[in-house]
């Protein structure tokens, strides 16, 4: 036991006019926390309760109960209320993280068994579906093209839209009315987006499936993400800089290109990737526009291509044992995608982000 | 080249606030002018007017003229950038450009400007940051973002930075507020070696700086809150510290205020 309860009686309620109250060991949560789960366990045992998510949630709430009766005995109530919030905290994270590890760890241990080099380097050209061979190839390059162009349509139009709203909008009516369509766009389900553009590009137009159709939904999707969280960005740069810039004599648009975008080019590549990562995992519209195929088509602009998502869902149709191990090797190859993007954008966005320090 | 700045009639409003009315005053080229008044009398919305910074708030509006010796600031067809790269000015709180070092800091309003040869810059750098007294501190660590700077040398690099472009009037809004004394000492030094080539105008609310900088000092005051704030008189610093015509001043600087 700790000094703080030696010193004193357990029971001692904090004396008026004194700082000092009796304390918690440092690792009583962390005992807790053990012997709950432990209760948890045995009470499934004991119930013969077989869903493991009911052992688990037995455990999260004898954590919080026995962490409010023992701190309410031993520090009093107000120190239990922090304590009962601390532990709903963790309780929280606790629940966020474990679907996020298990998924993971289902992923990469079932995708591992197909996943090889020749996986990455070869289409499906040739192999039958319900056979085992091929790989993702096709489907890698086609994801890579078509998400290529979607941020090359949508993130420079989001942005000087996200520019527009913040520097030289000022509230007027049309900035209202974008702002209004944006948060509408936002809502669009993917599937629609897909539709619009079969409406307009390929049934009105004439023209057939492609990468680039694909491509054009997409960009409809990522467009208002990009718009809002780059407007929230710029909205974080304080507006002593631009007086700062505009003091100088320096232009507007060159106070925004050199002095308000880099200062808030971290969070900006950062919204923009969240939009990439999100349209990534679209399956709908590319169903719809870029068709799916077996063979690779490098050229985003005629005939059909494939893309991650989409040869996960044939795969997977399939229903084979070769075709499940391979789809589920191509969800890793797209989360590994995501997460390379990712870690690709933080590491510019380090670089270029204000520096601090000497 | 120091310019005459002569204001007349002018009324500054945020929206339809209206903020100061019709002052009119002349601020002689090579000389010293203070603002002194109350919190909220002004003083930072005159100032901004002198460059046509105030119109960069929203809802900002001025009325009346500011001659620069022969040309209106506010005529029709003046261009506000080319004014403010006329008219320099420093805040109250340092704001270097937190993405760039401190070389580039200096150098933005000549880089961004695109006035400039690069021959050249590494010696307007310099000199800049020689005129404001931070050469010695920062010589060794240029490439060193400005951020990493203390609270008043940060605040001298941005004078650096206002005087790299060589205007012909400094306007400094409270420019020692944040500083410490030593700091304050080497920045009031420096207003006096500056004044040699530029017309400076500098807010304050220290009386002592106030006398201790200034060749001329204006008094500003307002009714009520809420009412528009006016220049009550604008003297000699010495007559208005030891003189003043105006009783109201003379209650404000010896403290008997309100
Ligand atoms: N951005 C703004 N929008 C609306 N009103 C403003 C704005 N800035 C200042 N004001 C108003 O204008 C008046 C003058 O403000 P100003 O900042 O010029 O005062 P000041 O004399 O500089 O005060 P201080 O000594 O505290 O800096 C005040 O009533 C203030 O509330
Ligand atoms: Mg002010």
Known sequence: MSHAIQERPVSAAPRRGSLSHARLPRWSPAAIAVGSIAGGIGT??????????????????????????VTTKVEGSRQAKDRVATSLVWVCFVLAVVPLLSLAWVTISKGLDVLDGY?????????????????????LLGTIEQVGIATLIAAPIGLLTAVYLVEYGNGSRLAKAVTFFV??????????????????WNLILGFGPSGFAGAMALAILMMPVVVRSTEEMLKLVPNELREASLALGIPKWRT??????????????????????RITGETAPVLLLVFGTKLINPNPFEGAQSSLPLYVYEQYAVGTDAAVARAWAAALVLIAFVMILNLVARGIARWKAPKTGR | MAKRIDVSGLSAYYGAHKAIDDISMTVEPRSVTAFIGPSGCGKSTFLRTLNRMHEVTPGGRVEGKVMLDDENLYGTN??????????GMVFQRPNPFPTMSIFDNVAAGLRLNGNYKKSQLADIVERSLKGANLWNE??????????????????????ARAIAVEPDVLLMDEPCSALDPISTLAIEDLIGELKERFTIVIVTHNMQQAARVSDRTAFFNLAAVGQPGKLIELDDTER???????????DYISGRFG
């Open chain 1, 44 to 69: 499934g045992l004991a119930a013969g309760w077989h869903s493991k998510v009911q052992w688990g949630l037995t455990a999260a709430l004898l954590f919080v109960l026995v962490t409010f009766a």
């Open chain 1, 119 to 139: 996986f990455l380097t070869h289409s499906m050209n040739g192999v039958l579906d319900a056979e085992a061979g091929g790989g993702v190839y096709h489907a």
């Open chain 1, 183 to 200: 948060d509408v766009m936002t809502g669009i389900p993917s599937i629609v987006a897909g539709l619009f553009v079969l409406a307009t």
């Open chain 1, 256 to 277: 925004i290109l050199k002095v308000v975008l880099p200062t808030a080019i971290g969070g900006i590549t950062t919204g923009v990737m969240l939009a990439v990562a």
């Open chain 2, 78 to 87: 003046v261009d506000p950038v080319a004014v403010r790269r006329t008219v």
């Open chain 2, 138 to 159: 920062v010589k060794d660590r240029l490439n060193k973002p400005g951020s990493g700077l203390s609270g008043g040398q940060q605040q001298r690099l941005c004078i």
């Open chain 2, 240 to 250: 208005i510290f030891s003189n003043p015509s105006v009783q109201a001043t003379e």
